[in-house]
């Protein structure tokens, strides 16, 4: 499957008023990327107090 | 020929086909309707991503004619359905739901496409989701080009996502069913929060070729219905790899009478962390299970850091897939800033941390298989909670429901089933099995709808 861009096509037949829902964003949070980052962090930290014999391997070969 | 009357809108699969079939109205006249419908409804409900109405027209004017040559294909035929805009349609433009993605378009079917254009089933158009799936943790019901999707129960709440269109199409009787893709709750939830039957598949038992990659470990694609059986006749359309595809077939299984089954519960899920309002319906929920003959047990979860295990497995391999969006900087043209954040973060995660969660995800496997030992279906609350308002920010704090990211985790398969109301909010109850017993869910799901009707109901729509 390969992709490409378009440039007129009507796209946004259906998307309706943009410039309406932009207005309902909330405004950009500066805390942002830290609350992303503090995330990741605190997921390194649940997963790392989980003990993990040496012999358990990662589940690439899904055995579903 | 008489024409499509309103009933037609919340009819299901078998019910439309059947109409078809004797004659009652063309396809070409059901595709106008519903068009007309999902046209119409759809934007004021942000749910419309792309209408398709003319290649509709031209794929219902071939199917009458293979009517009136008696060649019936497969019990979806002439019925109409629309997408997730994550997967995509040959020379139409697939948004996956995100502003830098806006004019994509890809010159092939998804595999889920071109299995249903086989079954003569008609493809009316791409629905509303949340951009990108919600990969990088969004934080409002808003993270999508097309705005926040408001469920059809009550337009004040929020649809569900990230298969945000797919629950409110199906919900306000816009298409009879939608494909939906789920990669940690994304077809559950909006199946829980518009009332209406959905299920995820097991991993690996639907291809996802032409589908927006998020995770591979973890994405499913899997239909939103108006009832369990509708789920079933669209999953054995879309089941199995196609030409190249890699997924499994869908083999019908024996399914052992219902009392001879044991269906476990975790007495918490429905006494402690559902709210309130919705425990009287999830009780009587589970009343009705008993009265199926179904012998419940109770049984508590296994203990797992499930939210961290899915948070790095999910950010490590969809800002891996997008990591060109992000070294870019298009990424900050998503409409929800936690978006960008999560994905530029989630770019930082350690390989070894990703291994790690892989790991103890093989753990996880092992410890599921042993533990869905002691029943054979697990039933919960498919949400703990019932759509929330469409301005509440999704971090709001509340009880997580572990079994979402811990079935996904392990593959399993999964039917969200309407199972009463809060107010005017949709309540749902989840059963869960092993891998590739979808044919024991549905069969389940089946039984719980003949003595129910809640997936029935319809909500007020002008």
């Known amino acids: ?64 | 020929m008489p024409p499509v009357d309103g009933d037609i809108f919340f009819s299901t699969i078998t019910e439309i086909n059947q109409r078809w079939k004797r004659g009652d109205f063309s396809a070409v006249e059901l595709v106008r309707a519903f068009s007309d419908r999902l046209e119409k409804i759809g934007p004021s409900l942000n749910a419309l991503a792309l209408p398709l109405r003319e290649d509709a027209r031209g794929a219902a004017a071939a199917v009458d004619k293979e009517r009136k040559r008696e060649r019936f294909r497969s019990p979806l035929q002439a019925v109409p359905y629309a997408v997730k805009d994550l997967l995509s349609v040959a020379g139409k433009p697939t948004t996956w739901g995100a502003r830098p993605f806006a004019g994509q378009v890809f010159s092939e079917d998804a595999v889920v496409v071109q299995k249903l254009n086989k079954a003569r089933a008609i493809l009316i158009g791409k629905l509303a989701m949340i951009e990108l799936a919600g990969g990088g943790n969004y934080r409002y019901p808003s993270a999508s080009m097309t705005g926040p999707c408001l469920n059809p129960w009550d337009r004040t709440r929020w649809a569900g996502g990230s298969s945000s269109g797919s629950g409110a199409a199906v919900a306000a009787g816009l298409v009879p069913y939608a494909l939906g893709s789920e990669t940690s709750g994304s077809i559950l939830t909006p199946a829980a929060f518009c009332g209406v039957t959905g299920l995820r598949p097991t991993y690996g038992l639907v291809s996802r070729k032409g589908a927006m990659p998020l995770s591979w470990t973890l994405d499913k694609i899997g239909p939103l219905a108006r009832s369990v059986e509708d789920c079933a006749l669209v999953l054995d359309a879309i089941s199995g790899g196609g030409d190249a595809g890699r997924a499994f077939h869908f083999a019908p299984q024996f399914v052992r009478p219902l009392a001879e089954l044991r269906a476990g519960f975790i007495p918490a899920h429905f006494e402690e962390l559902a709210v309130p309002e919705i425990r009287p319906a999830l009780q009587a929920a589970l009343d009705v299970c008993r009265q199926m003959g179904l012998q419940l047990v109770s049984t508590t979860l296994p203990d797992f850091p499930y939210s961290a295990l899915t948070g790095t497995i999910i950010g490590a391999e969809a800002s891996s897939i997008f990591e060109d969006l992000i070294e870019s900087g298009q990424v900050d043209q998503l409409d929800d800033t936690a978006q960008a954040a999560g994905l530029r973060a989630a770019l930082d995660i350690p390989a070894r941390d990703y291994l790690r969660a892989m790991r103890l995800r093989s753990l996880l496997q092992t410890k599921f298989r042993e533990w869905f030992t002691g029943f054979d279906i697990l039933i919960t609350p498919t949400r703990f909670n019932v759509a929330p308002p469409i301005k509440q920010p999704l971090d709001t704090p509340g009880p997580a429901h572990d079994l979402i990211p811990g079935g996904n985790l392990a593959g399993l398969p999964a039917l969200a089933l309407p199972c009463g109301f809060a107010g005017a909010l949709p309540v749902s109850l989840c059963l869960l099995g092993r891998p590739y017993t979808e044919n024991m869910l549905l069969a389940a799901g089946v039984e719980f709808q003949r003595r129910t009707d809640f997936h029935r109901r319809r909500p007020a729509i002008s």
């Open chain 1, 1 to 64: 499957m390969t992709g490409s861009r378009l440039t007129r096509r009507a796209w946004t037949l259906a998307v309706g008023s943009i410039a309406s829902l932009r207005a309902q964003q909330p405004p950009a949070a500066a805390s942002d990327s830290e609350r992303a980052r503090q995330r990741v962090q605190t997921q390194t930290q649940a997963l790392r107090k989980v003990a993990l014999p040496r012999d358990i391997e990662p589940a690439f070969k899904f055995q579903a």
